[in-house]
Structure formats: C-alpha cells, structure tokens
C-alpha cells in the first residue's frame, strides 16, 4: 500500500514538473532541439534543476542502509557501454526529435484526449513490447517453426 | 511567468520526485522503465507502484488544469504517420538503450553512470540531428 501511494505522489509531482516545463508541448521540445533555427533553450534548466536536485537528494541517501518504505534499493546493474546502449539511445533520439515527446511527456499529455498523443503513446507501446518480446526469445521461436 | 524560471521549477519538482522514489521506494524515476514492466512478455511482479505512478503522471495535468486554468500541454506538430513512426522509434529505442530522458538524462547522471551518460550524449546528438536535416535540410515542421 506504501508503495502504490509513494508511485502516486511522486508520479503527479514529476507530471507537474513536466508540465510546468513545458515539456508537454512538442513544439517547445523541437524548438529546444532546433540549435541551427530559433532555438529555444529554455529547457537546459529542466534539465540543470531536475540534475541539481536529484543529485543531491542521492548524495544524501547513500548512507541509508534501506529505502523508507521497501526492503531495500533497487539499482541498475549494468556497467558496459555496449551497442543496445548507444543504438537504443540513438533510435530513441531520432524519434524524440521527429515528434518532441519523450515517454515522460506523451504519457501526461494523454490527459489531453488528443487523438495524436493516442496514437503516438500506442506506437510507443508496441515498439516496447516488440523490444521486450524479441528479448524474451520471440524472434527464434518464429525462425524454429518452420523446421518442426 | 517567464519560461525559463518556470522550466528550472519544473525540473526541481522532476529532481524532488526522483529523490522521493529513492527515498521512499528506492526506486529510479526512469518512465520507459517503470512502463515496462507493465508490459508483455513477462511483465513485472510489482505493477501496482507503476500503475499507481502512471496514474499520477497522467492526472498531474489535470490538476493543474483545475488550479490554474492552463496545463500547458501543447498539440502535436507532426501528422499521424510520423507520430506513429516517431512513436515505434521511441519505444524501441527507449527499451533498447534502457532508458530515456528521465531515467538516463536525470537519474542515471545525477548517479554518475557512465552508461547514462554515454546515452544522453548520443540521444542529444541524434535528437538535434533529427530536427535539423527535418527543418533545415527537408524544410518541413
């Protein structure tokens, strides 16, 4: 129960942050992309606040043996610079520039009900779960069938 | 209020949400992540906290719609084929590369990961890159 209230509040206080940010609007978000246009570099400070806080607030965790509310801390574990890494971060920098949502962003501005946000928020889904799927084994399943 | 000081707001309330998930939960504020494990195959045993997040994320605008009459999510800019490629490259890039703006571009920097560091700097480029051969090279949005 702890755990869904601190998932609450602390979603609602990252999508005020998004909003307030502007983050929200896609426009805002490619003009912050366009360096060689009118660029618009508002959202630096987003990114500057959010990293300023954030770092901080871990410096001052790291001697807490445990998280408040759960049995322990659940890190990354990952340390290798490999080319899921870079290709994902890569894809995921072309589509982030071709639209101006990052997941964050189009999943507050479903509130909205715009039929653009529905569809990119389900084209989003389904490039997940066709990572997630082709992870899990998918893919070979599919090319073994033929031979059995 | 000007745009700036309301962007450095922004990302301080993102940085207290992300310092509250650690405390709390112990959790990284990553939304790509905390998506995906709602989704198959074989999501993850903990969906309520995620869900729980989603939900707040998605009423977060409105309440703010509510206070202050403006939740300042704009429209899309783009038309339905490119949102929908743009929304296949963002989903597969994100799980691929294990993250995205939030959990790479704020947490995984503010925990001085050099993985997440190597990411925002390749999402930066490609992201740049992106809207200018768009704007400047195809003269379109």
Redesign the interface.
Known sequence: M???????????????????????????V?GF?????AW?P??????????????L??R??VP?S?????S?????T????DA?????????????????????P???????G?T??L???????????????IR?G?WATIRREPAE | MN??V????????????????????????G??GI??GL????PAD?R?????????????????RVLTGD????????G?A?????????????????G???G????????L???SM???G???????????V???MLGG?
């Open positions: 702890r755990e869904i209230a601190a998932g609450l509040l602390t979603g609602l206080l990252f999508g005020l942050g998004l909003c307030l940010s502007n983050m929200t609007n896609p426009a805002v490619q992309l366009d360096i060689a246009g618009n508002a959202l630096i400070f987003v990114m500057a606040g959010g990293v300023a806080v954030t770092f607030g871990y001052l965790l807490k445990r998280p408040l509310w759960a322990r801390f659940s890190l990354p990952a340390t290798l610079i899921p890494l870079i290709a994902g971060a890569a894809i995921f920098g072309v589509g982030w520039g071709l639209a101006g949502y990052c997941p964050g189009a999943v507050v501005s479903l509130a909205s715009r653009g946000v569809i990119f928020a389900g084209a989003m889904l389904t490039g997940m779960i066709l990572v997630r799927w899990a998918g | 745009p700036f309301l962007a450095a707001i922004g990302g301080v309330l993102i940085g207290l949400s992300a310092v509250m998930l650690m405390a709390l939960s112990g959790r990284i504020a939304i790509s998506i995906g989704l198959p195959p074989k903990d309520s906290w995620r869900l729980a997040f989603i939900l707040g994320l998605v009423l977060a605008p409105v309440g703010l939740d300042h999510i704009g429209a899309p800019t783009v339905t490119t949102l929908i490629a743009a929304g296949l490259l963002v989903g597969i890039g994100t799980a691929l590369g294990g995205c703006t939030s790479h571009g704020i947490c995984g920097i503010s925990r990961s050099p993985r190597a990411a925002v390749v999402f930066m480029l490609t992201g740049i890159a992106t809207v200018f768009v704007r400047h949005v």
